[in-house]
């Protein structure tokens, strides 16, 4: 099969002019090939007539419904196929980081908030129903997943990504790409690993600014997702980050897209650029003179398709290649891969989607039912004094907040609705976002989810407070007047996520001080002044620096930007209905000066020598990684290990049982941890090797077993050798980094230092039922 795909797509190069090849590793935005949202067959003609590699954003930019972007996507590849020399079809693609960007595509829990669940296959199952949508409309290729690690809570962007841990990231990571692609590629949809590398650990936090990881800390960490998604989820395509690490611009650094990620990673796939990273060689690093020097870097680094339009490749490659700057190999290798995954999507045969059953995809009920599901396992309780759930019946609430009654405030930065706003600035000349009007059905809020679930006899009182970012306080007046009416209050304070100045999270929104945006903490101040009970529900990208709320709310909620469904779960949650189980898949500061801050830092890290803490604040988290109350509580014993040595291919069976000691129905994340007491390299002082997500009913009782593989404990020596060393490693099994119940050891028996072929990232768990707790009778 291979030979003969290989076959094909060099009879077909084989058969092509320059500029048609040329035309494979360029793109064009969907509206270009419009007017007024109409497609232009004099467009059409002009950027397409000798094809093209990629159209972007059919759905991203496009007010119209699925059915219609079907129709065009259709109309655009009817041209290529029938119209164009050769008849080579586009590949689409579309941004799903919470869902398929599309006017009524399904908006999930932004990725912070999946991580939260602990659950990998809820991401599998999210991207399944992301892939079928997509394939709907005509979209081949999905700008995601993020496997950047959440490494600094300043970058806007950390909502996008699936926490700070590698391993926790690689789970995630590889679950959403299977999602994507599916069993094979002629019925899936092209995942795009981005951004390699180290794009989220910037200078101050800022976006695209340079990244001063050493070369060891990238092999360890932050490669870590990128090598599982690559080799035990065949990751079809990848994209480069912005900035430049250790003085190396990645969409200009050979070293790091062809050494480092062909090369030592094995990476087979396309490598398509970030959006203008190529433009951004000359205008934003001054690496490149002119935009055909930039175009000549990208390409012999190893970017082989420029996105989202062509500005840099195309004629200025052609112009490069007869000034002797450039050989053709390099053009045509980067074709040749571009071909061949249209071939394996099947593009060649079956360019045209079913036009008949879009609307009955993007309609199917049991996508909304897993936007619930996942919303609901996303809620982490950060803090409860027995507030929670709210006592029945409530007389009355107050409902307070600038994210209380906002169903656009529940959405991550790449949501249709937020999107919408920046392509209404950029492409369509509004002055100002407007509010989106297009999304279908209506995204019920937080203040609506507790009105619809209440009963008649519970009045809810409402109160905006405040903006997200605005310094107005004239509506503070109003808020407390309504809190000292009611019984109780639920204040919804965080982000508005986004692209565009008014926003407070999101690509492009990089903070500062990490305190909650505007006067939010103002307001919450103000509130808590009034001495009732206050429900803190922070809907955010990022976790703030809440030190005084934590200390003076009842309760506090961390429910990340949920979706279209999360104003509902949080109401369930607040009430009872169900009872949150979220993790903390990051760490919370205390305060912003004490960044980075993680939990699996080295021996040397998270204290000061001589004394420990800070002078002014103590250097523990706020929370924890792994962190996330429950309304029940759980016992963990009888911790088991065998056997006591074991060698580098060889796999330690560990056991525990973990009760439900409480009177509710409840969900635990049981956590594994290891340390290696003393190694050749400062090792971690924790790091997560599994995990498993129980529900468990008052008095259940169930028996986990980890199956841990020895070598998954590898690390890399200073010369990037991936070894195992003799020695004592302690287990350590919890509810969190910061709260663990259980301690054992085995020991690594071997050589002096053993090699290891590749890491090893997933680490078997079983769970079964082991009895109940004796009936407590009460007294």
């Known amino acids: 099969m291979a030979g003969a795909l290989h076959h094909r797509v060099d009879a ?17 935005w969907m509206h270009e090939l419009q007017t007024d949202g109409v497609l232009d067959p004099a467009l059409m003609q002009r950027h397409l007539h000798q094809g093209i590699g990629q159209i972007t954003r059919p759905g991203g930019n496009s007010t119209l419904p699925p059915a219609e972007i079907a129709k065009a996507t259709n109309a655009l590849q009817r041209y290529l196929v029938e119209q164009t020399r050769l008849g080579i079809p586009a590949i689409f693609h579309e941004e799903t980081c919470c869902g398929a960007m599309v006017r009524e595509g399904t908006q999930f829990p932004q990725p912070i908030g999946l991580a939260s ?18 394939l709907a409309i005509g979209a081949r290729q999905a700008l995601a997943p993020v496997l950047d690690l959440a ?16 391993t926790l990231v690689a789970h995630f990571g590889v679950a959403y790409v299977q999602g994507l692609q599916g069993n094979a590629l002629t019925g899936g949809v092209l995942a795009t690993g981005k951004h390699f590398i180290g794009h989220s650990a910037s200078e101050g936090g800022l976006n695209c600014a340079p990244v001063h990881l050493g070369q060891y800390e990238l092999h360890d960490l932050f490669l870590a997702p990128f090598q599982a998604a690559i080799r035990d989820a065949h990751l079809a395509t990848l994209m480069n980050s912005y900035p430049e690490l250790d ?8 070293q790091l897209l062809t050494g480092l990620l062909r090369e030592e990673l094995g990476f087979e796939g396309l490598i398509v650029s970030d959006y203008e990273a190529i433009l951004m060689l000359h205008t934003y690093h001054r690496l490149a003179p002119d935009l055909r020097r930039a175009a000549v870097l990208a390409l012999q680094a190893g970017i082989e398709v420029e996105l989202p339009t062509t500005v840099c490749y195309g004629d200025l490659l052609r112009q490069a290649l007869e000034a002797g700057e450039l050989e053709l190999e390099a053009i045509q290798q980067a074709v040749r891969r571009h071909l061949q995954l249209k071939f394996e999507l099947g593009l060649f045969d079956a360019p045209y989607v079913e036009e ?13 039912a897993l936007a619930r599901e996942i919303a609901r396992k996303s809620l982490v309780l950060l803090k409860n004094d027995g507030v929670l759930p709210l006592e029945h019946p409530l007389k009355t609430l107050a409902v307070i907040g600038p994210n209380a009654h906002s169903g656009r405030n529940l959405l991550g930065d790449y949501a249709y609705a937020s ?19 297009l999304t279908r059905p209506p995204i019920p809020t937080v203040l609506e989810g507790l009105r619809a679930l209440l009963t008649p006899t519970t009045q809810v009182l409402y109160a905006r407070g405040c903006d997200n970012l605005d310094p107005d306080r004239s509506g503070f007046v109003g808020a407390v007047r309504l809190a000292e009416q009611a019984d109780a209050v639920v204040l919804v304070l965080g982000d508005r996520s986004g692209l565009l100045p008014h926003c407070t999270t999101g690509e492009t929104r990089d903070c500062a001080s990490l305190q909650l945006p505007g006067v939010q903490n103002d307001l919450a101040q103000a509130i808590l002044a009034t001495g009732k009970p206050v429900v803190v529900v922070l809907v955010t990208g990022r976790p703030y620096a809440i030190t005084e709320l934590a200390a003076r709310a009842n309760a506090i909620l961390e429910a990340w930007l949920p979706g279209e469904e999360g104003g509902v779960a949080i109401a369930e949650a607040l009430l009872g209905l169900i009872a949150p189980g979220g993790k903390l898949p990051l760490t919370f500061p205390r305060a912003v000066g004490q960044l980075p801050i993680h939990y699996n830092h080295k021996p040397s890290a998270g204290r000061s020598n001589w004394y420990g803490d800070y002078t002014d604040e103590s250097v523990k988290p706020l929370y924890p990684f792994g962190h996330g109350l429950s309304y029940t509580t759980f016992a963990y014993e009888e911790l088991r290990l065998t056997p006591a040595q074991a060698t580098v291919d060889g796999t330690v069976a560990i056991s525990l049982t973990v ?3 409480g009177s509710r129905r409840g969900d635990e994340v049981v956590q594994l941890y290891v340390r290696d007491e003393f190694a050749s390299v400062p090792r971690p002082v924790q790091e997560l090797k599994g995990y498993l997500r129980l529900t468990l009913e008052p008095g259940e009782r169930r028996r986990v077993t980890f199956h841990l593989p020895v070598n998954q404990l590898a690390f890399y020596t200073h010369d990037f050798e991936l070894v195992l060393e003799p020695g004592r490693i302690e287990v350590l099994v919890g509810s969190s980094a910061g709260d663990i119940r259980l301690r054992g050891d085995f020991e690594i028996v071997g050589p002096e230092r053993m090699s290891v072929a590749q890491r090893v990232f997933f680490c078997p768990v079983e769970s079964e039922r082991s009895g109940s707790l004796p009936e407590r009778r009460q007294p």
């Open 12 to 28: 077909l190069l084989a058969r092509m002019t320059l500029e048609e090849q040329l035309a494979q590793l360029g793109s064009c």
């Open 117 to 134: 669940t602990f659950e990998p296959a809820l991401a599998e199952a999210m991207t399944t129903a992301i892939r079928r949508q997509l």
């Open 151 to 166: 490494w600094d809570p300043r970058w806007g962007r950390l909502e996008e990504t699936f926490g700070e841990d590698p």
């Open 247 to 254: 003085g190396e611009v990645v969409a200009a650094s050979r």
């Open 356 to 368: 008949g059953h879009v609307t009955e995809i993007f309609a199917a009920p049991e996508n909304r």
């Open 419 to 437: 999107q919408r706003e920046l392509a209404a600035v950029q492409f369509e000349g509004a002055p100002t976002a407007p509010v989106n009007p």
């Open 659 to 661: 009760s439900n000691t």
